[in-house]
């Protein structure tokens, strides 16, 4: 139960630093691109989800416990 609550709080803690990045990330290329974050740093990205994971695997890195988030343009309005 202890390694699940601390994978959630490292996930919370990834997402919210995406967030409060996104404008950095963005002027540093990653516009258009899934970007995976760890420990509040992009460990890996590429337009193709497909084979930004594959990367990830290859490091050794277990997608499912990552934040993954595709980086938006700046003013793109998503609607669900």
């Known amino acids: 139960m202890e390694q699940e609550q601390q994978i959630l709080q490292r996930f919370q803690r990834d997402s919210e630093w995406f967030y ?3 404008n950095s990330l963005r002027k540093k ?3 258009g691109k899934f970007v995976a974050i760890k420990n509040s740093e992009p460990i890996a990205s590429d337009k193709n989800i497909t ?3 594959e990367e990830l695997s290859e490091k050794g890195e277990n997608p ?3 934040f993954i988030e595709f980086v938006h343009p700046e003013g793109f309005t998503l609607i669900l």
Do not use: A, Q, T
């Open 64 to 66: 499912s416990f990552l």
């Open 29 to 31: 290329g990653f516009v």
């Open 20 to 22: 409060r990045n996104i």
């Open 51 to 53: 084979s930004m994971i």
